[in-house]
């Protein structure tokens, strides 16, 4: 399962809108942990927890919980999860709540990774953006879009 779930993540990651402010890249490394539960025959939902390492402007480590569901095997798949990043953003110390949602049914794929309002803290208290999630070609790669007042 938590094969098909990173095949779900990867296979689900695309452009998100961007917002008005400052733009910036970097890479992350993921690591999947799966929460067994037993499931009728048939249900496809699977439950993850996970951590991740940010490299670039944005420092610092994040955990969330993640659930699937869907066949990504055969190219149909959705996931939704929350993440909490702790570290530093353009050398400004904080944390906040990124929030996902994404599909992918027969080759379209949709991912949509916002700042959850209100969730900042610290230096990042007040922030807003989106970011997007590139895996093409091996590795994660992001961008992050965001304003701060």
């Known amino acids: 399962m938590k094969a098909l779930a990173t095949a779900a993540m990867a296979a689900i990651a695309a452009s ?3 917002l008005a402010g400052s733009e910036i890249a970097g890479t992350f490394d993921i690591a999947l942990k799966l929460v067994p539960e037993t499931r009728a ?3 496809t939902r699977t439950r993850m927890t996970f951590t991740k390492t940010f490299r670039g402007p944005l420092e610092g480590t994040s955990d969330g919980e993640m659930l699937t569901a869907g066949m990504p ?3 149909a798949a959705g996931y939704v ?3 909490r990043f ?3 953003l353009a050398g400004r110390r904080g944390s906040f709540v ?3 949602s994404g599909t992918m049914l027969r080759g379209r794929e949709s991912l949509l990774v916002v700042v959850s309002p209100g969730s900042g803290t610290g230096e990042l208290a007040g922030i807003a953006g989106t970011m997007r999630i590139d ?3 091996g590795g ?3 961008t992050f879009d965001y304003t701060l007042p």
């Open 16 to 18: 998100a809108p961007a």
């Open 41 to 43: 025959a048939g249900d």
């Open 73 to 75: 095997q055969q190219g």
């Open 81 to 83: 999860a929350v993440e």
């Open 86 to 88: 702790d570290g530093t």
């Open 98 to 100: 990124l929030q996902h």
């Open 135 to 137: 895996t093409k070609g």
């Open 140 to 142: 994660h790669r992001y």
